[in-house]
């Protein structure tokens, strides 16, 4: 029954400002030249308008209005009285005039929000957590190609701190998002995620067997790719698309 009451609450304004352009098209056709609102000098010092003045109009009650009472005898307009179709518009517009205005319907309440799933909850520190696995697989790439170009020792630690602490972050940003994509459609996003994070593992491994390898620079180059496109697809979803593709 709210619902009902709501619709027609919503029904009405349109209805009245139906009626009203009626009026005014009635007003325009048989009135205007004489009584128009746009006139400095209308006969009788009477203007005939929407909303109407109060000496011809009295809400809601026809029959006491001089408007109305001019209109029904014909005196108004006095040439070319109103056909009773008009006669019957102009009636009903002024009795509509003193109907109560409908109440306001009760505001439904709004339904409450599922309650928090815990997951969820914990997998929105995924946004967090990402940006360190992706900028570290970087710092290692530019790391690595400057140890080719000047081999030094800072080079060969710091492409080692990076890719160990790199691999942790990325198993922990890609289990949280894991739980963030519960009931999300990413599922691409989360597919090159687990693989850019693997390969992270992977590299992690090959850099202590084989320490600087072509084998460690080549899955290191790989994983950033990897990582690279996964880290696009998530910026997709959030921003929308990329110039890139």
């Known amino acids: 029954m709210k619902y009902v009451i709501a619709l027609l609450a919503l029904l009405l304004p349109v209805a009245a400002y139906a009626q009203e352009e009626a009026v005014a098209k009635i007003f ?16 009788k010092g009477i203007k005939v308008t929407i909303p109407p003045d109060a000496k011809l109009v009295t809400p809601g009650k026809p029959d006491d ?6 209109i029904r005898s014909n005196e108004m307009p006095p040439d070319n009285p109103m056909p009773d179709q008009e006669k019957t518009v102009i009636y009903n517009w002024i009795k ?3 109907e109560k205005p409908a109440e306001k319907p009760a505001a439904v309440p ?3 929000p599922p309650k928090g799933n815990t997951l969820k909850a914990i ?48 198993v922990m940003a890609c ?4 739980l ?20 992270f593992v992977a590299t992690a491994l090959a850099r202590i067997c084989y320490g600087r390898s072509w084998q460690f620079t080549t899955l290191l180059a790989v994983t950033a790719l990897v990582i690279g496109y996964a880290a696009h697809l998530g910026g997709v979803l959030v921003h929308g698309s990329f110039l890139l593709l």
């Open 123 to 170: 997998g929105k520190f995924h946004v967090i957590v990402i940006h360190f696995p992706i900028a570290l697989i970087f710092a290692a790439v530019f790391a690595e190609i400057w140890g080719r170009i000047r081999p030094g020792a800072w080079q060969d630690t710091a492409v080692s701190y990076c890719v160990y602490i790199g691999a942790i972050g990325a």
């Open 65 to 70: 209005s001089p408007l109305w009472k001019a």
């Open 175 to 178: 289990s949280l998002g894991f």
């Open 180 to 199: 963030y994509g519960i009931g999300r459609n990413v599922g691409e996003h989360q597919l090159f995620g687990f693989m850019g994070a693997s390969l």
């Open 110 to 112: 709004a339904p409450e």
């Open 28 to 43: 325009a056709k048989r009135c205007a030249e004489c009584h128009g609102a746009d006139l400095q000098k209308p006969k």
């Open 96 to 98: 509509s005039m003193g």
